[in-house]
């Protein structure tokens, strides 16, 4: 929230010896991490789906939590945002869980499944579908160009390339310095 008074008040209601409300105002790195995440789970479901083992998943994570930052910053949200529970800690639960709607979703795209047969037989929203051309169009937006993931996801929702160009394409990539 933008103004702490408001905030704390909500807190003091809703918080519990089992629920620990955290504060923050930086409402745009939230909303951009929340959001973001759920296309970064699709990948690390991909990924799970083709065999391609934790390391990969690993990669996935921390590269994909950078490019939520990016994207974050450029919006005027904040890097301490990114390393705290709605960046990092959302992420790290969202694409670490395999009954995660989204990492499930991407787990059922690596085995082959078509995206349409597999959101047909859901109950539940996976938001990464609906998000992940939208977060694409906001980095671009945004002047942010390199936040391959979320292209590669993107790519394969709306049936440009496979799975496993996705990770051809990514591989590929010229090896740099992290940022």
Known sequence: AREREPALAIRGLIADERFRPYLSDDPVGAEV?????????????????????????????TRGL???GRIAA??????????????LGDLTLTAGSRTSRNTSFGHALGQGEAADAVLKGRRTVTEGFWTAEAITGLAARAGVEDVPIIQAVDDVLAGRITTGEAIETLLARPIGRER
């Open 74 to 87: 450029a919006l005027g949200g904040r890097a301490e945002t990114m390393a705290g529970l709605a960046g």
């Open 66 to 68: 950078a490019e939520i």
């Open 33 to 61: 991490a929340g959001a973001a995440k759920n296309v970064i789970a699709i990948a690390c479901g991909i990924a799970w789906g083709l065999g391609l083992g934790e390391n990969a998943r690993a990669a996935l994570l």
